[in-house]
């Protein structure tokens, strides 16, 4: 990959985005993970207004650490870079106690998840409407077309994404190039939607080298019948998650009404 013509390729069609759209800049939510990071400094590229949001929920300190770190790192660079902290743990813990008990907790923990991103988007777009701003999605390809690990109007819901036709090794790539802090660079990718420190790959079951090899081998027309050991089971893990999250990457599908009944 041609690191930084790819570099200035993003950070030239954000800013022409923007001003077509006739926006101030942008609002992006900051995790302390290398998506964040990137995407951030992307935008702070362009010259234009940049909104980094800290939206801690129940949130690991080494997460908060980190993503405050970074958005100080690019004030130092970028004067066009301004910073909020909105504390949204009391606003989840209110809505969670609106909502019906549930007899094991276990049930609804996947759907608390998802509530938090859906919280940090209304977050996002409440600042965006206020300020002229573009949301800027931070997913990746394999995240965003490959296993849809994203949440469906949370993390997904966004005005443009920089990055989605990045794979994850070029997103390191590029965060070297731009000097994004070392600890975001090793940093372990997590979601932050659990309260603790899990991983993706916790959850997903493999690694996004593992992953990009997998979506490599659909293109390429491979199953997972022509592999055995790991490799087999990478692949089902793939095809499995892409199977599942179709409705994610998908059109939203609409009931069209024959003319004849109308």
């Known amino acids: 990959m041609q690191t930084e013509k790819v570099i200035s390729h993003i950070v030239d069609w954000l800013k022409d985005y923007a001003t077509n759209a006739h926006m101030k800049g942008f609002v992006i939510g900051i995790s302390g993970g290398i998506d964040s990071a990137i995407t951030s400094t992307l935008c702070a590229k362009t010259g234009l207004d940049l909104l980094c949001l800290e939206m801690p929920i129940h949130q690991e300190e080494n997460q908060i650490g980190r993503a405050s770190r970074h958005i100080a790192w690019l004030q130092e660079n970028f004067s066009n870079v301004k910073r909020l902290e ?3 743990t009391p606003v989840f813990d209110s809505l969670v106690a609106a909502m019906p ?27 965006a409407a206020l300020e002229a701003y573009l949301v800027a999605g931070t997913g990746n390809k394999v995240e965003d077309f490959g296993v849809g690990f994203y949440t469906k109007y949370g993390d997904g819901g966004v005005d443009l994404s920089p990055i989605a036709d ?43 080298p593992e992953l990009e090899w997998a979506m490599e081998m ?3 027309g491979k199953t997972a019948a022509d592999f055995t050991g790991r490799k087999k089971e990478v692949l089902t893990i793939y095809t499995k998650l892409n199977t599942a999250n179709k409705h994610k ?14």
Do not use: H
């Not at 549930?102 to 608390?112: A, D, G, K, P, T």
């Not at 190039?177 to 309260?195: C, F, K, M, Q, R």
């Not at 990457?249 to 109308?262: G, R, T």
């Open 86 to 88: 909105i504390n949204l």
């Open 101 to 127: 008990t549930v007899e094991n907790e276990e049930e609804r923990f996947m759907s608390l998840a998802n509530t938090r991103a859906r919280l940090r988007m209304t977050s996002l777009y409440y600042f």
């Open 218 to 220: 659909i293109e390429k």
């Open 166 to 208: 990045l794979l994850k090794t070029e997103v390191w790539e590029i965060a070297k190039t731009l000097g994004v802090n070392e600890e975001i660079i090793s940093a372990a990718p997590t979601d932050g939607l659990w309260g603790d420190d899990r991983t993706d790959e916790d959850q997903i079951g493999a690694s996004y």
């Open 249 to 262: 990457m998908l059109p939203i599908p609409v009931c069209v009404i024959p003319n004849a009944l109308k």
